[in-house]
T-cell receptor, first 107, second 117 residues
Framework: GQSLEQPSEVTAVEGAIVQINCTYQ??????LSWYQQHDGGAPTFLSY????GLEETGRFSSFLSRSDSYGYLLLQELQMKDSASYFC????????FGTGTRLQVFP | GAVVSQHPSRVICKSGTSVKIECRSL??????MFWYRQFPKKSLMLMAT?????????EQGVEKDKFLINHASLTLSTLTVTSAHPEDSSFYIC?????????????FGPGTRLTVL
């Protein structure tokens, strides 16, 4: 089967940098995606890695290493509005989501 | 960007009734739509893949007779929860994939919160 593990919760202060890891046991996927979801809302797309390496999109960056079955989302210059749940997901003919990480940003 | 809507956003019903949830792609055609279920503070669990003009593909453990999916057009998929019970209370989210696009390009609806009394 396919499984993607994430830390359940991460806390940080405004302005800090935080890394959310995603380790997976799956194969044959197109790429690793990251989604943000605020409480009661829909997931919104953040970043996508088709190839190994780092992808940077503003304050957010994402990394993938297929050889290590590992990826991460890096959030810089944290803001209060970044408090949300973050999910990694692998895409095949569908998206399989990770366990999710709840990020709490404190002032 | 691509917009997906869901209706209703919230529904409360009595046990034993059926509830229909609509998912629409507003500005693009979606040959494939996906239905997810999410419990509080949990991840999204894929329930089924809805393909326009053909039968839905259900994930293991999801009862197809309980959760009826119809994808009659390139912009509309419906999920009907039949004979709903309190354990069916959950947040249901749909997503649509751009026609011909890779599976990773999914746009999510705002979700429907179902409460069964």
């Amino acid at each position: 089967g396919q499984s993607l593990e994430q830390p359940s919760e991460v806390t940080a202060v405004e302005g800090a940098i935080v890394q959310i890891n995603c380790t997976y046991q799956t194969s044959g996927f197109y790429g690793l995606s990251w989604y943000q979801q605020h409480d009661g809302g829909a997931p919104t797309f953040l970043s996508y890695n088709a190839l190994d390496g780092l992808e940077e999109t503003g304050r957010f960056s994402s990394f993938l290493s297929r050889s290590d079955s590992y990826g991460y989302l890096l959030l810089q210059e944290l803001q209060m509005k970044d408090s949300a749940s973050y999910f990694c997901a692998v895409g095949t003919d569908k998206l399989i989501f990770g366990t999710g990480t709840r990020l709490q940003v404190f002032p | 960007g691509a917009v997906v809507s869901q209706h209703p956003s919230r529904v409360i019903c009595k046990s034993g009734t059926s509830v229909k949830i609509e998912c629409r792609s507003l500005d693009f055609q979606a040959t494939t739509m996906f239905w997810y279920r999410q419990f509080p503070k949990k991840s999204l669990m894929l329930m089924a893949t809805s393909n326009e003009g053909s039968k839905a593909t259900y994930e293991q453990g999801v009862e197809k007779d309980k959760f009826l999916i119809n994808h009659a057009s390139l912009t509309l998929s419906t999920l009907t929860v039949t004979s709903a019970h309190p354990e069916d209370s959950s947040f249901y989210i749909c997503s649509a994939s751009l026609a011909g696009g890779p599976s990773d390009t999914q746009y999510f609806g705002p979700g429907t919160r179902l409460t069964v009394l």
